[in-house]
């Protein structure tokens, strides 16, 4: 065999085992073998999932926002977490969790959950929520868990991805994504 052909079975095993392992896992999770569609859905009557409410932008632009309170349902029951993963869709620096990701601890077997809100601008987390990663812009607005909208009016549209998951007692292992939702917090 040839140098050539065999770089070219190198590679192409190469690209199998990335492809394998990319198949396997998602970012920071493991997959399980089947994922679940969450519903999620407003428990805050404020919020609409069009504007976001008066108040609940960041400081920057004169607001104290939270966020808002969830229902979430259809978690399977294996989950002993969720996780809120809030984004900007229009600031790529801010998307995938930029504004802040959060979890929530249930208890396994749950399958319909009423969120609370957690504040912005905070690293003091109410009672049962963890911080999985700050907020990417501690620079742009005040540091914390979550960051409420902070695009000052412009149009950008928000979102949080809701992930159920298995979360692992030692920190050298991953967590198993069980289930997925997303839901548009609004425009601001």
Known sequence: MNIKKSCQITVTLLGVIILACACST?????????????????????????????GQQCLRFGGNGSTPRLIVSNIP????????????RDYLPMANGGHGKIGFRIPKETQEVIVP??????????????LVSAHRKPDWDKAGAYMPPCSGGRGNLYYVTVKA????????????????????LGVY
Not at 26 to 44: Q, R, S
Not at 117 to 130: E, R
Not at 169 to 184: D, M, T, Y
């Open 117 to 130: 809100s957690v504040p912005g601008h905070t690293f003091d987390l109410p009672d049962g929520f963890f």
């Open 77 to 88: 029951s294996e989950a002993n977490a969720l996780i809120f993963e809030y984004s900007d």
């Open 165 to 184: 998951v298995t979360w692992p007692a030692n920190q050298n292992e991953k967590p198993i994504l069980l289930g997925k939702g997303k839901l548009i």
């Open 26 to 54: 998602t970012g920071n999770y493991m997959e399980a073998a089947n994922i679940v569609t969450l519903d999620v859905h407003f428990a805050d009557p404020n919020w609409n999932g069009k504007r976001i409410p008066d």
